[in-house]
């Protein structure tokens, strides 16, 4: 088969054995894989990465002096099926999968280990349990999105946002722009986006962005003005002083008074949601100092190497700051049936196709964020040419 390969940051067209599936695996002939940020990360920082995930207690990440086939974000049809599997996927079955498989009892990440190659090839193996069937009607280059928009899917679900909230999206990649998808989707009330790429803006706007910023111009913190935000320490107490006057007025014990809204939650100081999408150095640090009291913030985008934050400003703000990776297999699900459904808009972040021999091409240009968002490898397209997607 045709594939194409990342050995010491360079990308190669090879022709490799057709993969076979084990015990439990299916065979999937890939019609579509999307390039993604962590594909180009492991291009320039792969043993950087590698020593992260040791830590984390994952020796087999992908390393620069190994060959290995990349690509986590597939979706293709079932070409075959492996001894002691349940029958369940017939052959000819359009199906994504959660990036994982295991042999003789060692999981390895599909496309981001030597020991699991990916999709930039005409064929990969998945595990049969993490595989599921496409609903009839969605287009391949939406359904290739479901890895990536599934991230974004549990990023919302650990920012715990709700209808009433203000999501504040910092960066406009393929990261941030599912992410506001996702936010949209669950009917968000406020979605802010701020990136300093005109095209980002646009394909922000494009994915449900309510009100989108150039922080070259404007501050996204200043598009929450109105919203009720503390900005500054002096100012909630000052608000709280106030509150405490009009208790004292009540004609019952203030602290009763106060038991009384705390369980009707009208103490809970108001917040917005924040999603750092960006991932470079002093980024979490800069939203720290610069939003608002009691910002929940969610940092999605990964920071390649050591980096430096302020915990004080986050403990005198008393901020919230979570961490995420990956999804669950039922945050997958979910994220296929509603692209399915159409009850998430991911479409625009699917910008151009590209064919196996055009892959090192589509990496330089996704070095430009004017030019494309998400590439999409469509093993069966001749040429090195990168075609636009096109989106009804």
Not at 87 to 115: E, K, N, Y
Not at 253 to 267: E, H, I, M, S, V
Not at 290 to 299: E, G, Q
């Amino acid at each position: 088969m045709k594939a194409v390969t990342l050995t010491g940051g360079r990308l190669e067209t090879v022709e490799l054995p057709t993969p076979q599936p084990g015990p439990g695996q299916l065979l999937v002939a890939v019609r579509r894989c999307g390039i993604c940020g962590s594909d180009l990360h492991a291009r320039t920082h792969a043993d950087e990465l590698a020593e992260t995930l040791t830590l984390c207690g994952y020796p087999r990440y992908l390393r620069s002096h190994e060959s290995v086939v990349l690509g986590h974000e597939f979706y293709g049809e079932v070409a075959d099926r492996g001894p002691s599997t349940t029958g369940r996927i017939r052959p000819g079955a359009p199906v994504v999968a959660v990036p994982l498989v295991r042999r003789d009892g060692q999981v390895d990440g599909i496309g981001l280990s030597a020991a699991a190659a990916g999709g930039y090839a005409e064929y990969v193996v998945v595990q049969e349990a993490l595989t599921m069937v496409v609903p009839d009607g969605l287009a391949a280059d939406v359904a290739a999105l479901t890895e990536p928009v599934a991230v974004a899917w549990h990023a919302v679900n650990r920012g715990e946002v709700t209808k009433k909230d203000v999501a504040i999206v910092l960066g406009c990649g393929p990261v941030g722009l599912a992410v506001i998808a996702v936010l949209k989707a669950r009917g968000v009330a406020t979605i802010i986006a701020s990136d300093f790429s005109a095209g980002r803006r646009a394909l922000a706007r494009a994915c449900g962005a309510d009100v989108v910023v150039d922080p070259a111009v404007d501050s996204p913190w200043a598009a929450t003005g109105g919203h009720g935000f503390h900005e500054t320490m002096t100012a909630e107490y000052d608000a709280g002083i106030d509150a405490m006057q009009g208790l004292h007025k009540l004609p019952v014990p203030w602290w009763a008074a106060w038991r009384l809204l705390d369980k009707a939650g009208k103490t809970r100081p108001k917040r917005p949601v924040v999603f750092e999408c960006v991932g470079v150095p002093g980024m979490i640090d800069n939203i720290l100092a610069a939003a608002p009291r009691h910002s929940r913030i969610v940092v999605v985008g990964v920071c390649m190497g050591a980096d430096k934050i302020r915990p004080s400003l986050a403990v005198n703000k008393e901020q919230d700051l979570r961490f995420v990776v990956g999804y669950t297999p039922l945050e997958f699900r979910d994220t296929l049936h509603a692209l399915a459904a159409g009850t998430i808009d991911a479409a625009p972040i699917a910008t151009g196709r590209v064919g196996l021999t055009g892959v090192p091409h589509a990496f330089e240009t996704l070095a430009d964020p004017e030019t494309h968002a998400k590439i999409l490898i469509d093993p069966a397209m001749p040429g090195d040419t990168i075609v636009a997607s096109s989106h009804p």
